[in-house]
């Protein structure tokens, strides 16, 4: 088999992380539309589970047309709807017609990845090296990051779909002049549904990590985008370690079944914070991004491995990677919303303990209650950052003392419910990262290989 | 090292280090990590030793809320942001289904709760707590309604209560 140009290799790589790692791209700017488009949580989760849903739904099907249209034309119509998608998001000024949008660039996005791994073999010349490359372009694809607003992530992706698209276009041209398409039409095999099954749970659970840990950063303790995005960074950078350990180990149910306990531990971690500390978020982010590389890499090679045609089973690993996504979303979202309205009706009432039962003297205290009040209802069903309300300070010093430590208590209390709040829902996704290793374990005893 | 022994090592390493990591946070109190939970406005709370009419009154105003959240079977915090505006006590007193003389009526209890609590600490003389009883139970609703408008007008109500008997008040202060 001939060696593909690299330029070609290099835009069918962009092309796959392009694609799957829109949702760890996008996750980053959902707090911003949250805002912007004034929405509700549960609203602006559909910005993802939209997007991942038509992909569920629309792999396999777009992998059937790849091969009976030729991957070339797929993949080069399928990129530049996504990039057209892609400046129909950046232009919405409504969430319908953002999800609207989000659709269409799914439809191209299905297109486009299923296509490029038909012709994935044939470029990099073998078929685990084409998974690894697929199994780690989203973890890479993780690192970027928004840079001025939500829009600006959507129309990034315009010319690096655009960019991805031209290379293949000779592909494409060669297989409208010559009529023969790369892919051999050979009897699809069944599908490794265990393989698959284990790779929806533990994408659900990862997604779900992604997904709160970006609005516990943003919504709970106020990180600006900018910053939330480069803690979330940790875990796509630990994921190329794990990617390197992987390598190591020839075992994929080893890898498997490791990735899948380091995900589900490193979501326990998550689920029990002792503080509302940023750096108390990179050892479990560490233990999930080891995880994930090494369970999604293991999973992905098994589901593909020996299977033919590659873009039939790729379109079923990528239908279960994203069907995993929504479940996770769909799955942590009310109990997550409930618990932070909950968890802030704590956060007030102990705050209000600490207000009265303060050494701060009785009139400054009636003072500060009124202006906490406004504070609260300025920030309209959020966790608050109280400071603004303490300022300015008082003039005598034992009096200021007092405000001062005050204030700290009471942002205590705010912070502690605003951690708390996620806490359920990284323990349900923990366990359902965990429910993987059944599929994995069941897989051994049926002697599947995995 | 074989490839087994490789994923043995592999897999026995990942759940050490999903438990240590389980382990640390749940030791550093990971799972306690929570607002502090509100007593119970039933039972007795420590009365401070105020010096000053102002931080009698406010000691007062706040064994009166306790009191008074006893009775509504709320807790105290939610009683007094209840009390912050009129606003605020309507939105509290249609999710608890109150009326403002039920409401009233649980101030008024409040306020003889917190002249038993003073007297109970001994800040407060028997000799004054007894009138002051008195005065508190010929509140009507009305007068009571008014008293809890809001905190400021609860402080300042209480301190008016108190005011008249400030010179025996000091006077009997410990």
Known sequence: MSAAPRPRVAALALAVGLVLADSSIVVLALPEIYRELDTSVSGVSWVLVSFNLVMALAAVPAAHLARRVGPGRTAAVGLAVFAGAGLACAASTQLSTLLAARCVQALGGAAAVTAVLELLPATVGSERRAAALWATAGALGGLLTELVSWQSIFLLQVPLALAAAVPILAVARHEAATGIISTELRRTGRPHVLANLALAMVSAAIAAALFLLVLLLIEGWRLSPIVAAIVVSAMPACALLGARLGETVPSARARAAAGTILVSGGLGGLALLPKATVALTLPPQALVGVGLALVLSALTETALGGRSPQAIHGGWTISSRHAGVVIGILAVTPIFTHDIAQQRSDAIDAGTAVVLDSRVSPLTKLDLAGRIESRLNEEKGKVPTIGPAFEPLPEDEGERAAVVQLREELQDQLNRGATHAFSPSFGIAALIGLLALAPIGLARKEQVPL | ?174
């Open chain 2, 1 to 174: 090292m074989s490839a087994a022994r490789r994923a043995q090592v592999l897999l026995g390493g990942s759940i050490v280090a999903a438990l240590v990591l389980v382990g640390v946070y749940l030791a550093a109190g990971g799972a306690s990590y929570a607002p502090a939970k509100t007593q119970d406005p039933c039972k007795a709370r420590a009365w401070r030793s105020p010096e000053g009419l102002a931080q009698i009154a406010e000691q007062f105003s706040l064994s009166a809320l306790d009191g008074a959240a006893c009775k509504l079977g709320v807790s105290r915090e939610a009683l007094a942001q209840a009390l912050a505006s009129p606003e605020a006590r309507e939105r509290f007193a249609q999710r608890y289904h109150l009326s403002d003389a039920q409401i009233a009526r649980a101030v008024r209890a409040g306020l003889l709760r917190a002249v038993d609590d003073a007297e109970r600490a001994g800040s407060l003389s028997p000799l004054i707590a007894g009138p002051l009883r008195e005065t508190l139970r010929g509140i009507d609703l009305e007068e009571a309604i008014e008293l809890i408008d809001d905190a400021e007008s609860l402080l300042g109500k209480v301190e008016g209560i108190l005011g008249p008997a400030q010179e025996l008040l000091e006077g009997f202060l410990p």
